[in-house]
């Protein structure tokens, strides 16, 4: 539902591999080689993926993310919705 396909870094990140065209993800601006630091305010490294797995999949709530671009750090929100 957020268009994006993460996997844990090498730090206390999760890194983009992915960007799904048209989706929350790419709307916000998102791009491959992003990390993401926080979801909800909370270090997106403390999430297991079956935690994780829920927030992710609410059709219409929004998620914060704070995410390290291009040396930067912003704050995006996604609104979730079904790609197909």
């Excluded at 870094?9 to 960007?19: E, H, K, S």
């Excluded at 219409?60 to 930067?72: H, R, S, T």
Aim: hydrophobic fraction near 35%; glycine fraction near 10%; avoid cysteine.
């Amino acid at each position: 539902m957020t268009g994006l396909s993460i996997s844990k870094g090498q730090g206390d990140y999760l890194d983009i591999l992915q960007v799904v065209p048209d989706s929350p993800g790419e709307e916000a601006g998102l791009k491959v080689g992003d990390r993401v630091l926080k979801i909800n305010g909370r270090n997106a490294i403390d999430y297991d993926t079956w935690e994780l797995r829920p927030i992710l999949r609410k059709e219409g709530k929004a998620v914060e993310l704070v995410v390290l671009q291009d040396g930067n750090e912003r704050q995006v929100s996604l609104t979730l919705r079904r790609l197909l």
